[in-house]
């Protein structure tokens, strides 16, 4: 089982490597995670201004893509693990 913080990183990796930005039946595929679960924490991470919500051209579809906030996130997640693995403790 992945803890929140697995899958939040794993999301903001999945939407930060397509600059056009996922929909959402993309991010499920890319990050593995369940719909359900999904769109609670897509909701969060919109709030916390980690990932911003676009409009598609036809204006049905959404499309999620980082921000500038989610990729520092990523950034210090990534200079965090590294410390911690260099310290004997896997994340």
């Known amino acids: 089982m992945r803890y929140r913080l697995a899958i ?3 999301v903001l990796r999945s939407v930060s490597e397509n600059p056009g930005g996922l929909k959402v039946s993309e991010i499920v595929r890319k990050a593995n995670v369940p ?3 999904l769109s609670e924490m897509l909701d969060d991470l919109e709030a916390s ?3 911003t919500k676009v409009k598609g051209d036809d204006n049905n579809s959404a499309y999620y893509i980082i921000t500038s906030k989610g990729t520092k996130f990523l950034k210090e997640y ?3 693990k ?3 693995e260099n310290m004997g403790i896997e994340l």
Request: net charge positive; aromatic share 20%; proline share 0%.
């Open 8 to 10: 939040i990183v794993d």
């Open 82 to 84: 590294r410390f911690a």
């Open 49 to 51: 201004g980690l990932i």
């Open 35 to 37: 719909y359900t679960r």
């Open 78 to 80: 990534e200079r965090f």
